[in-house]
């Protein structure tokens, strides 16, 4: 038998082979069995002895990895490494019964290999993938829309309490807005990358933390926790806006990764114990002085 003639029986069962999507070829038992010069009746008893009397064929097979329950379902399409081995087999192994056609076969394949084979005849191509998104990095909104959504939020505050805002936090929100500006004026004149921000503020606006006034994780104790556990992140001191007075808070370098990071630490830290006071109070963090103003 020539190469020409095997082309021939390529092209005849041409329409018995499928690849999918991802590049895994499969043909039927009859084309398989084509391949090899045996009947294809024959190919399939010897596979579906597999489960209880295993042919030559299926002992071969599954001493090659295939196991006896995958054999058997060989009957709706054999995957292209099962038609490579069943073709070694019948050119090499299968004793009396072994093919020169099969010897052909199993020659051509060598070269590229069966699934490559099956892609060419199919015209299979490897699909192009899409680059991922790269999801976007959240930003907080411009100082002029956070000043404005403010504004809109005291006033929306008063209608509702009738004018009558707890004067604590009125004030607080007066900070708040004095800072905004005064950060958003300093970025103004000085155009820089830098960020320096206090604890809360960093807990609050780059963290989603909410930092409560009182109780056992109090603004004041979070301040003392990173001054006292993590002294080396910074000892900056700005005058910033605090309940109406001006006074000096800590701030930090939240520009820096290394700082940031050790930010994140500190707070994480912080309102995962217990009782913070407890833990400043072991450490001798109020031995000598009372907590510093943070912000």
């Not at 029986?9 to 043909?27: L, P, R």
């Not at 030559?56 to 196991?67: C, E, K, P, V």
């Not at 504004?151 to 004095?178: C, H, I, S």
């Not at 940031?260 to 001798?284: D, I, N, R």
Request: charged share 20%.
């Amino acid at each position: 038998m020539s190469q020409i003639e095997i082309a021939q029986i390529i092209e005849q069962i041409k329409q018995e082979i499928t690849v999918d999507s991802n590049g895994h070829g499969k043909a039927s038992i009859r084309a398989t069995a084509r391949l090899a010069d045996v009947q294809d009746s024959s190919l399939r008893r010897a596979l579906l002895s597999a489960a209880l009397e295993p042919s030559a064929l299926a002992q071969s097979l599954i001493q090659q990895g295939f196991s006896p329950a995958a054999l058997e379902t060989w009957n709706e399409g054999i995957p292209d490494m099962g038609v490579a081995a069943v073709i070694e087999y019948y050119a090499f192994d299968a004793g009396r019964h072994c093919k020169q056609q099969a010897r052909l076969v199993c020659k051509a394949f060598n070269r590229i290999g069966v699934r490559a084979w099956m892609q060419d005849i199919m015209g299979w191509t490897k699909p192009t993938t899409q680059p991922q998104e790269q999801p976007s990095t959240p930003a907080l909104p411009p100082v002029e829309q956070r000043l404005h959504t403010l504004v809109l939020a005291m006033k929306t505050l008063a209608e509702l309490t009738g004018g009558r805002l707890n004067p604590y936090m009125e004030q607080q929100f007066k900070d708040y807005a004095g800072n905004l500006l005064a950060e958003h004026n300093r970025k103004l004149l000085t155009p820089s990358e830098e960020r320096w921000l206090g604890v809360v503020n960093f807990a609050e606006s780059e963290l989603g933390k909410k930092v409560p006034l009182s109780g056992a994780h109090y603004r004041g104790h979070l301040g003392t926790w990173v001054r006292t556990f993590y002294p080396h992140l910074g000892d900056r001191q700005e005058t910033r806006l605090v309940n109406g007075v001006q006074q000096p808070i800590y701030v930090y370098a939240c520009h820096e990764p290394a700082v940031a990071a050790g930010l994140t630490k500190a707070v994480e830290e912080f309102f995962a114990h217990p009782s913070p006071s407890a833990a400043l109070k072991q450490a001798g963090a109020f031995a000598s002085k009372k907590a510093v103003v943070t912000a």
